[in-house]
T-cell receptor
């Protein structure tokens, strides 16, 4: 089955710097790759996603890139702010099952943005 | 729009006891999921419902876990009897459902279970 590896497990940056989180997946047939932000005591919240027919997607300070050949995708946050501090999860959707919720998650990256 | 509601927020039980969690998905969402999130890990899918039918329960430990979604709306997840390793946050999520590629999954705040 699908397996998702995520690195790094912790990341500390200075406010205003960029942060990059990387994930690899094992099933080349996976076709949907969302990123979730989870704040303490809350459920994961979708922040950006990308489908397998797209190489890059950007939404203000957040961007995601996908390399299908290498089976890896990355989250880029520019001009980081203290409120970006949270745990970020990448996920991949294997081809079985129709809905977006049947996801395989990475182990998460704890991002700390220092003022 | 109201989000996914879960209760209780916290639960502490002794091993071998039973516990139940409740989830009310976003109105109109046909698909409902239960995830288990162990501390320091990503969520792991336990079961997926489409309306009141089970789509995927391959990772549900059926000897102790059960879930139902009567009438295709609210859902309950039960553990009986609980083990120490069941300590985790149990997340409920819902989505519009079907094969739509635009169907984002929305998560509730979760129920934190501690088994002592």
């Amino acid at each position: 089955g699908e397996n998702v590896e995520q690195h790094p497990s912790t990341l500390s940056v200075q406010e205003g710097d960029s942060a990059v989180i990387k994930c690899t997946y094992s099933d080349s047939a996976s076709n949907y790759f969302p990123w979730y932000k989870q704040e303490l005591g809350k459920g994961p919240q979708l922040i950006i996603d990308i489908r397998s027919n797209v190489g890059e997607k950007k939404d203000q300070r957040i961007a995601v890139t996908l390399n299908k050949t290498a089976k890896h995708f990355s989250l880029h946050i520019t001009e980081t702010q203290p409120e970006d501090s949270a745990v970020y999860f990448c996920a991949a959707k294997p081809p079985t099952g129709g809905s977006q919720g049947n996801l395989i998650f990475g182990k998460g990256t704890k991002l700390s943005v220092k003022p | 729009e109201a989000g996914v509601a879960q209760s209780p927020r916290y639960k502490i039980i002794e091993k071998r006891q039973s516990v139940a969690f409740w989830c009310n998905p976003i109105s109109g969402h046909a698909t409902l999921y239960w995830y288990q999130q162990i501390l320091g890990q990503g969520p792991k899918l336990l079961i997926q419902f489409q309306n009141n039918g089970v789509v995927d329960d391959s990772q549900l430990p059926k000897d102790r876990f059960s879930a139902e979604r009567l009438k295709g709306v609210d859902s309950t997840l039960k553990i009986q009897p609980a083990k120490l390793e069941d300590s985790a946050v149990y997340l409920c999520a819902s989505s519009l459902g079907g094969a739509s590629t635009k169907s984002e999954a929305f998560f509730g705040q979760g129920t934190r279970l501690t088994v002592v």
